[in-house]
């Protein structure tokens, strides 16, 4: 079982940063993937960002974007602190959600965070 926890939430103007944290423990040996994904009000969750492992958790990886975050966010991986970072840059109302982690492993069920609210706004 993987625990997911993510914090770095806020409340943010517009332009401004956050980086949002999601600490990783278990037994995470059938890791594939990490992603990040939002839910705005009233709106479907949507895909963020993920991490594809070449091998295993904390590898090096293939990292991709949903495009309207691409070149504002960043994801990063710190092996030593079990924790994946999401760098938020140029915040837009736009971006304004619940932010949560997920661990997807090779075999059975992905492990999801409870999330972290970030607010954009004047």
């Known amino acids: 079982q993987v625990q997911l926890v993510e914090s770095g939430g806020g409340l943010v103007r517009p332009g401004g940063s956050l980086r949002l944290s999601c600490e990783v423990s278990?037994?995470?040996?059938?890791?594939?993937?990490m992603n990040w994904y939002r839910q705005a009000p009233g709106k479907q969750q949507e895909w963020v960002a993920g991490l594809i492992w070449s091998d295993g958790m904390w590898s090096d990886g293939t990292i991709t974007y949903r495009e309207v975050v691409r070149g504002r966010f960043t994801f990063s991986a710190d092996a030593a602190r079990n924790t994946l970072y999401l760098q938020m840059n140029h915040l837009k109302p736009g971006d304004t959600a619940i932010y949560s982690c997920?661990?997807?492993?090779?075999?059975?069920?992905?492990?999801w965070g409870k999330g972290t609210q970030v607010t954009v706004s004047s």
């Open positions: 997920k661990y997807v492993p090779r075999r059975g069920l992905d492990s």
């Open positions: 278990g037994n995470t040996d059938d890791a594939y993937a």
